[in-house]
């Protein structure tokens, strides 16, 4: 399984951005995808979980400006971040559990700026 993240970038503060993870490989059944961010000087932390069913969960800091979601036929899955802080500045991971494993993307970049 492999899993490609796209979107980050440098926005501004109260700004947008859309990521983007795109899972390939050998994916059958049942599996939870998820966001993950590590800021300089922190540990890594999670920001949403979404089921392949859809159920969806959050971290307490993102419940209202963040939104997960996934396309199953595309073995896509999606951030939303609306109302960006500088402090969301940080390397955000994407997560796929499949049958007891982790497998994890190469992170991209996400920049606020004030």
């Known amino acids: 399984v492999q899993l490609q993240a796209s979107g980050g970038g440098l926005v501004q503060v109260g700004g947008s951005l859309r990521l983007s993870c795109a899972a390939s490989g050998s994916i059958f059944g049942g599996n939870v995808m998820g966001w993950y961010r590590q800021a300089p000087g922190k540990q890594r932390e999670l920001v949403a979980r979404i089921t392949s069913g859809g159920t969806t969960n959050y971290a307490d800091s993102f419940k209202g400006r963040f939104t997960i979601s996934r396309d199953n036929a595309k073995n896509t899955m999606y951030l939303q971040m609306n109302s960006l802080k500088a402090e969301d500045t940080a390397v955000y991971y994407c997560?796929?559990?499949?049958?007891?494993?982790?497998?994890w993307g190469q992170g991209t970049l996400v920049t606020v700026s004030s």
């Open positions: 997560n796929l559990r499949h049958l007891g494993f982790d497998y």
